[in-house]
């Protein structure tokens, strides 16, 4: 199984791709996870897709997410939203394609908050994911908060009871792109 796993975050030291890396070395032989960030996604804008059409970034991010049996997008929250990287991305790709259709996505993400983790910005993304016809995981849901005190000064997990709860998910994450109707 070929897993595609989108960090909404560019932070070198991001926790949110973090995340994605300790899913990396929990996934099983049988599963691959690939990891992406979104640098090199210019701006969308519509003059420049008329005269040019869609960047080389974009177009290669859409065929690698066509390659996926699965998408899996690690989110930050951003002023109680997702950040404008990750939703610029989602515009571009968009465009002429239906990238997600059919498509299974599971969704976590980490922040700094003391409560939510980026409830507030996962449930956002949900409502965009509903618009690209992508088949979203309901639930377990990951909304780690605290990232501080979980993640090391590279973004690396540190937290074991975070990394055994990410195990949990990831299990339901690869029954749910396994178990096709
Ligand atoms: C512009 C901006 C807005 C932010 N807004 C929120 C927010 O609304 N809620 C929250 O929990 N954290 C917020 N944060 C803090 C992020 O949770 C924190 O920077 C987190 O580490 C970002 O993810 P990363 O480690 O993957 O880069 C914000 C950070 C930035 C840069």
Do not use: C
């Amino acid at each position: 199984m070929k897993i595609l796993a989108i960090s909404g975050a560019l932070r070198k030291a991001s926790t949110n791709t973090g995340l994605l890396r300790a899913l990396q070395e929990l996934a099983p032989p049988t599963v691959e996870i690939e990891i992406v960030t979104l640098h090199g996604i210019p701006l969308y804008d519509g003059d420049a897709e008329e005269a040019e059409g869609k960047p080389q970034s974009v177009k290669d991010l859409d065929a690698r997410i066509r390659a996926a049996d699965g998408v899996i997008f690690a989110t930050p929250e951003y002023n109680f939203s997702i950040p404008g990287v990750l939703k610029n991305a989602v515009d571009w790709l968009s465009r002429g394609s239906h990238f997600l259709k059919w498509k299974r996505v599971g969704m976590l993400g980490a922040g700094d908050g003391v409560y939510l983790g980026t409830g507030r910005s996962q449930y956002h993304f949900r409502q965009t994911l509903q618009s690209l016809q992508a088949i979203v995981m309901p639930r377990p849901e990951i909304f780690v908060n605290h990232n501080r005190d979980k993640f090391d000064a590279s973004g690396n997990l540190t937290d074991a009871e975070t990394r055994k709860y990410l195990a949990k998910w990831l299990e339901a994450f690869i029954e749910w792109v396994e178990k096709k109707p």
